[in-house]
T-cell receptor
Framework: EDQVTQSPEALRLQEGESSSLNCSYTVSGLRGLFWYRQDPGKGPEFLFTLYSAGEEKEKERLKATLTKKESFLHITAPKPEDSATYLCAVRGDGSARQLTFGSGTQLTVLP | KAGVTQTPRYLIKTRGQQVTLSCSPISGHRSVSWYQQTPGQGLQFLFEYFSETQRNKGNFPGRFSGRQFSNSRSEMNVSTLELGDSALYLC????????????FGPGTRLTVT
């Protein structure tokens, strides 16, 4: 059974204070690791897909990296508008096309 | 390209009633998945449809069902509603063939009283 654990559960940063969110996973045959951003009351917004260890992707102030056991979402010089819950999900060979999500990290960036 | 749309956005129902939620995927996407999101359980997979066929089902009781139409639009139905069914129901679409990113709609907020 695929498992995803995200840490920390909540993170408060000052504007401009860089940090990283962690996603640890257990999956049989990784087909993809996905990062989403979710604002309150809205559906998750797709950010990145990572397929293999060593892969990195960037978008504005966000950079996602992947190892064989975990992924990190690095946030550089965050702004208040980056405040949201960040969700990590995996899909493996045995998961029959469903995504298994972590419980998310609630990020608050203070001005 | 228009995103995933879900209707209605908000719904209030009474215990014992049934409800039908609708989802229109991104144009060209043939796979539609449904998820239930609650504060305690997070995002949990309900089922996935591709070309009108259910390909996978999560660990939910038979009161939860769905279908997909030939235009890829999908509906999910919950019968005999319980208080614990109160949640945000999310629909996600993907192209469906070896492309695994899923794009989510805004969700339907269901409240059961």
């Amino acid at each position: 059974e695929d498992q995803v654990t995200q840490s920390p559960e909540a993170l408060r940063l000052q504007e401009g204070e860089s940090s990283s969110l962690n996603c640890s996973y257990t999956v049989s045959g990784l087909r993809g690791l996905f990062w989403y951003r979710q604002d309150p009351g809205k559906g998750p917004e797709f950010l990145f897909t990572l397929y293999s260890a060593g892969e990195e992707k960037e978008k504005e102030r966000l950079k996602a990296t992947l190892t064989k056991k975990e992924s990190f979402l690095h946030i550089t010089a965050p702004k208040p508008e980056d405040s949201a819950t960040y969700l990590c999900a995996v899909r493996g060979d045995g998961s029959a096309r469903q995504l298994t999500f972590g419980s998310g990290t609630q990020l608050t960036v203070l001005p | 390209k228009a995103g995933v749309t879900q209707t209605p956005r908000y719904l209030i129902k009474t215990r014992g009633q049934q409800v039908t939620l609708s989802c229109s995927p991104i144009s060209g996407h043939r796979s539609v998945s449904w998820y239930q999101q609650t504060p305690g359980q997070g995002l949990q997979f309900l089922f996935e449809y591709f070309s009108e066929t259910q390909r996978n089902k999560g660990n939910f009781p038979g009161r939860f069902s769905g279908r997909q139409f030939s235009n890829s639009r999908s509906e999910m139905n919950v019968s005999t509603l319980e208080l614990g069914d109160s949640a945000l129901y999310l629909c996600a679409s993907s192209p469906g063939q070896a492309v695994y990113e899923q794009y989510f709609g805004p969700g339907t907020r269901l409240t059961v009283t």
